[in-house]
């Protein structure tokens, strides 16, 4: 299996919404400068994804006679874009931000009190599964439970054969508590059509997030989210979710997240916290749907054919 992340279902979104004839202009490469050989007919742009001190793109934009290699760059975030200007000196004139975006959800189900509580982990597990799994230790709340499809196959079965055994002991452990259930991995497609099914994200990040695909989602599908401030995903999320101050102390920020979810588990059956979660889908749907970033690729592509021709 190739990799399926976040980077490459928005590049297949990209290539689903945007008109062929108007990408065809473009040499679109993702986060790793010259992976794919600068072309000589094409615009070249470089739409970037991963953080700025990844080792397989710091090298090449510390020196700075790379940088008019392409003719722009496209960040994933406004945090992304400041990391990149402060420590590269990239040309910012060559620079625009375009957020990723999702395929709009139905609408979200409502949760009646005394229903059980189900969460769901299914990011890479260096994201945080073993603070999550710290926390489920510690929920006092009996109802609640967490399916985890957390696996490293995402990023294909090369990546998998030479890393998962180094969360094999995380994977295990899944097995043995009560109160989590390991489903192994699943793909995006049924990720998203089955996210509706749980009420809430405990996103126990301690990855410097660029974006976030799995956030947007669970954020547009309706659900409760529970987080770190950790990268750009306070930018991702806005004021929506319960925010866990991000710490390097993982018991710490464990503790944290099962007084969280103990505490959104009171609240979630709410009137107020319904109507709440109904105004962040509408959100989410307003402003990071492929509805309205298709709009904005267009224009973006189409003023720099326009500008280069």
Known sequence: MDPKGGTELQVAMLERHVDSKLLEKFQITTSVPEKIPLSKDKINILWQQNSYDQPNLFPWFKNKDNHDKYDWY????????????????????RCTVIKNAIEVFPERKIYKQGDPIRMIFHPTPWRGLNVILGAMQLVKSEDVTLDVYSSTKVYGDAFRDKNDDTYKPLYAQCAEMPNVN???????????????????FPYS?????????S?????????????????????????????????????????????????VREYLHTDRCQEYLQKQQDFYKMFYSWKKRKIEWTNFLEGVANAKS
């Open 74 to 93: 496209v960040f994933n975030s406004h945090w992304l874009y400041e990391k990149f200007r402060y420590f590269f000196k990239i040309p910012t004139e």
């Open 182 to 200: 390991y489903k192994g991995w699943h793909n995006n497609d049924f990720i998203t059509s089955h996210l509706q099914e749980y009420q809430i």
């Open 205 to 213: 990040n301690i990855w410097e997030e660029t974006s976030c695909i």
């Open 215 to 263: 956030a947007i989602e669970a954020l547009g599908a309706g659900m409760h989210m529970i987080t770190t401030n950790y990268g750009a995903l306070y930018e991702t999320c806005s004021e929506w979710p319960v925010y866990v101050q991000y710490d390097n102390n993982r018991k710490n920020l464990s503790t944290c997240f099962a007084y969280a979810i103990d505490e």
